[in-house]
């Protein structure tokens, strides 16, 4: 069985762009979701296409299934058409060690949202901050956090949130470096 163990993080400021090694422009549409069920998204980038179904392994969001399909490029231009909830981000890969480092720029609704993903094979590193080396840049840990999935984000930009919710996510940004 396929699983993803992931932690996740808030951004503030740019001190992670020096370890980018690459970057992708992403659109995801989701298809169906809720909080401890069943999600699939369909995702697009210049270089292909994905339909990943993701599902709770961990009450606590650092584990869950995740199996992840190759579909092609029509076939995610129709599907991101009838999702109802969708998003666009940059993807930036990171040159850092611990795990698979990734960093996330919002885009449209949910912009300037800036969020940190690493995703290990190995649980013990993931929950052991000895072994995870977790940079500065990281603000606060939003692992498990449902409002903030991508797919709570496509369905709830950040943009329609009450306006004290998204003031004070934002500042707290602002003022984290």
């Known amino acids: 069985m396929a699983l993803e163990i992931e932690r ?3 951004v503030a400021g740019d001190g992670w762009r020096s370890q980018v090694r690459c970057s992708h ?3 995801q549409g989701y298809l169906t979701t809720g909080p401890g069920r069943l999600t699939v998204r369909v995702r697009q980038a210049r270089d292909g296409a994905w339909l990943t179904l993701k599902a709770p392994a961990s009450g606590d969001g650092l584990i869950r299934h995740e199996f992840e399909y190759p ?7 129709e599907l991101l058409a009838l999702a109802p909830a969708v998003l666009a981000k940059c993807r ?16 449209g609704a949910n912009a300037p949202l800036v969020m940190a ?6 649980l013990q590193a993931c929950e052991g901050l000895q072994a995870l ?7 606060q840990e939003i ?4 409002e903030l999935s991508n797919a709570a984000l496509a369905a709830h930009p950040l943009a329609s949130w009450p306006a004290a919710e998204r003031d004070g996510l934002l500042t707290l940004l602002s003022t984290q470096v």
Do not use: K, Y
């Open 92 to 107: 930036h890969v990171l040159n850092l060690p611990g795990g698979e480092w990734v960093v996330d720029v919002f885009e």
């Open 133 to 139: 080396a977790v940079p500065a840049w990281c603000v």
């Open 143 to 146: 692992t498990g956090r449902g």
């Open 71 to 77: 579909i092609p490029m029509a076939d995610a231009t």
């Open 25 to 27: 422009n992403l659109r």
């Open 117 to 122: 993903e690493v995703e290990v094979s190995d």
């Open 8 to 10: 996740r993080f808030l």
